[in-house]
């Protein structure tokens, strides 16, 4: 039998998302503690800004005390990503002074493979967590009370790299290209939408996009809309006359009557707004429905749903990373959640709570993948 299990029966609201702002509300939001942070503005750091170790210091500082446990010497992170969760750890490391393990996984069909760099473990199977875990103990970690416990969500503790990681990315692109044809509705062109989409969602236009998902989103809107065409936009950027998106938008800015014509103008100006105040997620209606199109496909198989239809269907949670997160937590260790999504994508808007839903952390889902319970250090209590 396939059970189920949500963020919240593993870390309660300690969980942080991209705005650094806690679920848990005893913690102050980031508007309020940047200061006392010891950070120079209100606008969230990114994952790999040294500013963004900073905060995510204080937070567990500050879970700590309010949980009235001993003081932090040392951490764990559980992660999937080389650059994001590499760099957040390596300089939550260096930020704190703590000695510190990093576990980067995969799951690829190949032969097992384990790498180990200054205190970064990298393998290509989820199930490696167990040697990692005697791998830190061998280095001396504790693992107790004084262990901080970072462990990413997207693509790690939810959704596992190179096993069910393609339910979240299309999650996102349903909700893309659910946004784009609401907003266009009878002049939404699907094929249309679909070749933008897939030209502009590449690492090539990581330069214009910044690799943001929003930007992405209003992009293809607004070529979708027919304000500019795909083509005029590549010449543009071949020729570096484009190299950023805000320069982009001031151009639909400078088309009110034609943004308006096609019912875009009140959206557009929302977005350029947010845009034009810093905040990193401005196409708030596409995040709203990321976050349907994400819960939705949390546990919502049934029990006897085969495994590969729950693979490609649901997003589910990583047993590994589950049987090593109860293990640090049976331990003692302080348990801490983050993940790169915006809040509008993880929490319901108060109509969508009357129709039932839940917070994503609140959501329960599947648990599949190997169980390595078993292979785990003894518990000595
Ligand atoms: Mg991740």
Not at 49 to 66: F, M, V
Not at 184 to 196: E, H, K, N, S, T
Not at 203 to 222: E, F, K, P, S
Not at 362 to 378: E, F, K, M, N, W
């Amino acid at each position: 039998m396939t059970t189920t299990s949500s963020l919240f029966d593993l870390f309660g609201d300690l969980v942080i998302y991209r705005n650094l702002d806690a679920l848990d509300d005893r913690l102050p939001r980031f508007a309020e503690a940047y200061a006392d942070m010891g950070l120079p503005s209100p606008i969230p750091p990114r994952k790999l800004d040294a500013a963004y170790a900073q905060a995510l210091a204080w937070l567990l500082e500050r879970s700590r005390e309010l949980a009235g446990r001993p003081p932090l010497t040392e951490l764990v992170y559980i992660g999937d990503t080389m650059l994001n969760d590499g760099g957040a750890f390596t300089n939550l490391r260096a930020h704190t002074g703590w000695p510190g393990w990093c576990f980067i996984g995969a799951e690829k069909d190949e032969e097992l493979a384990v790498a180990e760099r200054n205190g970064l473990y990298q393998a290509n199977r989820w199930a490696a967590l167990a040697e990692f875990l005697g791998w830190v103990q061998s280095q001396g970690a504790a693992l107790g009370a004084g262990t901080a416990v970072i462990i990413d969500i997207d693509k790690t503790l939810l959704a596992a790299r190179g096993r069910n990681d393609g339910t979240l990315d299309r999650a996102r692109v349903v909700a893309v290209e659910a946004t784009v044809a609401g907003a266009l509705g009878a002049q939404f062109d699907r094929d249309g939408f679909r070749r933008v989409y897939a030209v502009l969602n590449t690492t090539r236009y990581h330069g214009l996009t910044g690799d943001n998902q929003d930007i992405v989103a209003y992009i293809c809107l607004m070529l979708s809309a027919e304000l500019d065409t795909l083509e005029h936009l590549q010449a543009e950027v071949a020729s570096g006359r484009l190299v950023d998106f805000r320069d982009f938008m001031a151009q639909m800015d400078a088309q009110p009557g034609r943004l308006a014509a096609k019912g875009l103008l009140a959206l557009h100006q929302e977005i350029y707004g947010l845009v034009r105040e810093g905040d990193q997620t401005p196409f708030k209606a596409f995040r709203r429905r990321e976050y349907v199109e994400t819960v939705s496909r949390m546990g919502h198989l049934p029990e006897h749903a085969p495994l590969a239809q729950r693979l490609v269907d649901e997003v589910c949670m990583t047993q590994e990373v589950l049987d090593v997160a109860l293990w640090l937590k049976a331990r003692g260790c302080l348990l801490l959640a983050s993940s790169d999504k915006p809040d509008e994508a993880t929490m319901p808007t108060p109509d969508l709570v009357a129709r039932g839903y839940q917070p994503l952390h609140r959501t329960a889902t599947h648990i599949v993948g190997q169980s390595i319970a078993d292979l785990l250090p003894a518990q000595e209590f």
